[in-house]
Structure formats: C-alpha cells, structure tokens
C-alpha cells in the first residue's frame, strides 16, 4: 500500500500521542516522519503546560481536610491525558501502568499511588532495568504485591512470581525454585510511614506537616535484619543476589528482551509482530541495554508498522476512544483560563476542570477501564477484548455526553456548529466531511451517507443555529459514527 507522508504521520500521531488534529497534521507535515517522531520523543525539551497539582483534587470548597483516596488521583491522571502537551510521555505512563500493574482496590492510599506514577513517567524512555529497579521499589509495589510483609523467614513469593512471568520473562522461562529463591533476595523490603512520624494531633495534622516540609507520606525501606543474606541459586547460578544486583540480571536477559519489546510493538503496531520483527526489537534492546527510546525508534522504522496489516488495524481501547475524541476539540487552552494563575496545590480544583476530568474517567470506566483501578495483576487487554456490545452501548453514550440531546445549550455542540457555520460552502454533505475528519474517521460512501441521512432527518444545517438544534443533529451523527465498526479502529 502506497501511503502519503501526511497519511504517515497521522498514523504515528495515532499511535504514539492520541490521535491528529487536522492543525496537527498542518505543523508536523514539514518534519516528516522523523522529525515527528523526534518531536514526540523529545517531550522534555518543552514545556507540558499542566501546572495542576494532583493535591488540589484532594482539597474541597469550605473544607479543610485533605481527602487522599486513590479516585481523586485517577481523576488527576484523566485531566492530564486531556490537557498534557506531552502525550507520548502520558501514553507510555499508561503503557507501563497497565504492565506494572498496581490497584487502588488494594492500594487504598492515593499518595503512594501518585508515588508510583511519577515513577513511570520519569523513567518511561528511560532504560528497562532502571524502570524496573525503581519500580519495584515504589511503596505502592510492595503493598500491592505483598512485599510489606516478607521477611527472611517467610518471605513472599507473589512479587517474584510477578516479576518474571509478567514484568520480564513470561511463562515458561523460569522455574517454582528461581521463584523460591528470588523471593528470598526481596525480603526485608518494607515500607515506612513517615506521615505517621510527623507532629500533630491527628492523621490530617501529619498529613499537612509532610506537605508543609515536601517530606513523602510513604516511602519504601530496607531492614537489614530481616534480609537473607545467604547465596541464592537462580537460573543456574549461585551467587549473594541483593534486589538491585538480581533485577539487573532478570532485566537484561535474552527473554526479557523478546517479553518486552513484543509487548511494545503489540501496543504501538497493534498487531502480532513477525519473527523478523521480534529478532530485530529483542536485538535492539540488548544492544541498547534496554533503551526504549530506541527500541520506539526501532519500531517505527520496520516497515511492517506502515503496512495494512497494522494501519488503521488497532482496535481502541478506552484510552485510544475517549482521550483522542476530546483531543480533537483542542480543549487544552480553554481548560488552562479556568483555573487561576495565582492557585497553588492548597487551591480547591475549580469545578468546571472536575467536571472535565470527571468526563474522561467516567467515559472510559464505563467501557471497562478505571485509571489506577486495573482488573488484576495482568493489568488491561488489548484487542478484540474491548468490542463487546456493553463497550458498543458506552460508546454511543459518550455522544450524548458530549453534545447532550436536545440540550438548550451544550458547548460542545455550540462550538462544532460554528466551525462548519463559518465554512464555505455550507453543504449536509461538507458537514459530514468535516464531521468525519475531526474525528479522524475514515468510513466508506455508503456509511457517509448513512450520516448524511441522520443529519438531515434531525434538521441538517437549518438545526446548526440553534444550540439546541445543534445538540440534536451533531447528537444523532455521533451516535451513529461512535458505533460504526470502521470506527472501533485507530
């Protein structure tokens, strides 16, 4: 297939930030494809323009307490996939979210949960072994998968048996005594209150003081004294492994090379990888020491990530349905004035910005994915799992949440309408050809003129005049797009 340099970078923009905008398209058509991309990698040398602090969501209006639940955090997040001008950097925070996976269902206590995010996003274009080092180490890890309670006697065995069959190796690629003898390298890891050691009358008192003095709530610890320091004999070899000197080694493994890097391509490609592709991302990534700026690099330059096999092939997951949508109204500066200039992480969130991050993590939770909440330890599918007639219902929903039905007035439907109100000419047919290209849809003539159908029978161009009228006609062509098979694809 024969693809134009701007159908490329739609693609790349699809699947390593969320989705092009057609102003998007407009700037990065001059870079090319790699200059794309080395502007997508190169995140830090901008500004991500999202000054909130996830404590002004732990703050509410004439309240004085600071509420820590996990919730208000994902909220947090679900503002930040929205409004970040790094969107790489937000997509493989999630990516290695969901294969470090860790829940709030068990890790009730949102700080350590905002510990271990910023964890993954400081190091996601690091190296591997730096990732996994200091994620195993993150407070919310070692509740999660029990660390707190290992000791040199009764060590547990949940975080090695993780670690190598779904953090590194996968099945088969181990044995039950390197898990036994892995689980003895890790006891002794613990975490440590410090909220718990700070003045104050009560857990709020404590809460604020670690603030006040920016001293973390939860950090993790070592105890010497509850450490097996005997030799271990793991993969063959006996040797007095500490936690660093073990991740290390499992980190850097052959097989560790072909876990990762194939669940990489799975995620960016959005199809099975071919042994070529295997050999050479499993290359990259022993060359690199496992350096995920190059194995993304890699996987852009294979050119089975431009075939049809891959273009246009992704199915969406929540994620890649409701951030891209949204992304598309570029709502980012809008948000950015409804909050003042003068607010500070004391400063209860104002309602309009809840409200948008309410709209992101409610949409996707009902299609089955609560940011911070993963379904078990093998965090979220990908592919077909995500098309089920339930996702296909929440889908159309998200139409009406987004232009209401017959509201007297929704933004969002107001804001479209005067976009193509203010195109020339003003056709059913251009409408619909805006619509789609918003959206980044691409649907066949016969769907185009199923929509063309809706549109007119809900009052077509007369009905975009009205905010109500609007609501109903962009409403109707919504539902029908957001449920379109072509659709569930990115």
């Keep these: 297939m024969s693809i134009t340099n701007r159908d490329k970078i739609a693609h790349l923009l699809r699947r390593f930030a969320f989705g092009p905008t057609p102003l998007e398209l407009d700037r990065f058509a001059p870079l090319g494809v790699e ?31 600071i509420y820590t639940d996990g919730y208000r955090f994902a909220e947090w997040w679900a503002l930040r996939l929205l409004m970040s001008k790094h969107p790489l950097e937000q997509r493989l925070t999630f990516f290695w979210h969901s294969h470090f996976a860790v829940g709030g269902d068990k890790v ?3 700080p350590m949960l905002y510990s271990y995010l910023e964890t993954l ?10 990732l996994l080092k200091a994620v195993a180490k993150e407070p919310a890890m070692l509740r999660y998968l029990d660390g707190e309670s290992s000791i040199k006697d009764h060590p547990n065995e949940n975080f090695a048996r993780e670690l190598f069959e779904l953090f590194c190796l996968g099945k088969g690629n181990y044995s039950e005594q390197d898990i036994q003898q892995a689980a003895r390298v890790f006891a002794g890891w613990g975490n440590r ?42 993969f063959g070899k006996s040797a007095p492994y500490d936690m660093d000197s073990l991740l290390e080694a499992v980190a850097i ?13 799975k995620h960016f490609a959005g199809c099975e990888p071919t042994p070529r592709v295997s050999n050479r991302l499993a290359n990259t990534f022993l060359k690199s020491n496992g350096n995920i700026i190059q194995i993304l690099r890699e996987i852009v330059r294979c050119d ?53 991050s309410g709209l992101v993590l409610l949409s996707m939770q009902r299609q089955g994915m609560m940011l911070l909440f993963p379904p078990n330890v093998a965090g979220w599918p990908e592919g077909d799992a995500w098309i089920t007639p339930n996702n296909l219902l929440a889908r159309g929903e998200f139409a009406n949440l987004l232009f209401g039905v017959d509201q007297i007035d929704h ?80």
Excluded at 121 to 130: I, M, Q, T, V, Y
Excluded at 325 to 354: A, C, G, W, Y
Excluded at 427 to 455: G, M
């Design 193 to 234: 209150y410090l909220m718990f050691e700070m003045p104050g009358e009560d857990v709020q008192d404590k809460i604020k003081e670690c603030l006040r003095r920016n001293v973390p709530l939860v950090t993790s610890s070592f105890s010497p004294n509850l450490a097996d320091n005997q030799n271990k004999l793991i």
């Design 108 to 110: 009730d206590f949102g």
């Design 35 to 65: 200059g794309t991309l080395e502007s997508l990698l190169d995140f830090k040398s901008t500004d991500e323009e999202f000054p909130i602090s996830p404590w002004e969501f732990c703050r509410e209006v004439g309240k004085s307490e």
């Design 411 to 490: 933004p969002l439907a107001s804001y479209l309408a005067k976009q193509i109100l203010d195109s020339n000419p003003i056709t059913s047919y251009n409408t619909i050809i805006k619509f789609l290209s918003l959206f980044d849809a691409h649907l066949p003539a016969e769907k185009q003129f199923l929509l063309i159908q809706a549109f007119d029978n809900a009052g077509g161009i007369e009905s975009l005049k009205t905010p109500k009228g609007a609501s109903r006609s962009l409403g109707s062509v919504a539902r029908l797009l957001f449920t379109c098979p072509e659709f569930q694809f990115c």
């Design 121 to 130: 996003r400081k190091n996601a274009l690091g190296d591997f072994p730096a």
């Design 253 to 265: 493994r052959p097989q560790t090379a072909y876990f990762i890097t194939e669940k990489l391509w």
């Design 304 to 356: 089975e990530f431009w075939s049809d096999n891959c273009i246009q092939k992704k199915i969406k997951a929540p994620i890649d349905f409701v951030v891209p949508i949204l992304h598309q109204f570029n709502l980012q500066p809008i948000l950015k004035t409804m909050r003042s200039v003068d607010s500070t992480p004391e400063s209860p969130l104002p309602k309009p910005l809840r409200d948008a």
